[in-house]
């Protein structure tokens, strides 16, 4: 009864003459069918887009599982929930990377900032792209981000993205918006681009599944899936994304 999906188009802006040129090529070659349903000289549309409201389907899970008694919310040390389980998951986003188990990869971070814009007059089922992104929000109110900074240690708003992002939605929407809040996030990725998934090869008791960059609402069910599918009947983990792929 909770409402986490829209149906989205993407309009896709040129942002210079070389994307233009690879555009046309690629869609001679027809590697963009059947994602491209139009395209003029400014860019192209993407049909079968969604938005996913992550913050609505987290609460919601949650509830769910807290109402059913299957879930416990308390800090916990991983080796100390260990001695008291057969198995502990470490899904702890890129707060996994100091884990010692997991020293050994080579873990790259990245910060991301978004800004959420009180805007009105957007078309409220398209996403503008074009180097950074504008999702239309409820409400009168609009996302815009994202930033792309290498290393960054701290998830904690800055300046310098604040004024890159306001540019952004000012090139993107041509309308007057008012910023109502800033936000950043780490994103952890591998050298592969890939996420991780399975038991430590040094301590079987302990699992993971990380790394999935910027890709998280698209790699996290399929991440999850395999676990239970690896818990109830024995299955093996994807060699794309086991994390024994490392050693």
Known sequence: GVRVWREMRIRRRFRDEAE?????ERQ??????PFVEASDADGFWIA???????????????????VAGCLQEKPGDPDELRRHHDLVVLCTGAAVRRDPRLAHLSWAVAKGESLTLEISGLAPDVVVSCGHWLLPLVGGQAKVGA????????ATPTPAARKELEHAAARLTERIFTIRDQEA???LTLPDKRPV???CPASPGMGV???????????APWLARQWADHLATGASFDPAVDVARFD
Do not use: N, Q
């Open 197 to 199: 998934v399975g038991r």
């Open 209 to 219: 599944a990380a790394g999935l960059g910027s890709k998280g609402v698209l790699f």
């Open 28 to 33: 001679e070659r027809g590697e963009l069918a």
């Open 20 to 24: 233009r040129r690879s555009f046309a």
């Open 185 to 187: 996030g780490l994103r």
């Open 48 to 66: 079968g887009a969604a938005h996913v409201d992550l913050p609505v389907l987290l609460a919601a899970a949650r509830e769910r599982w807290r």
């Open 147 to 154: 930033t792309y900074a290498v290393g960054a240690e701290h």
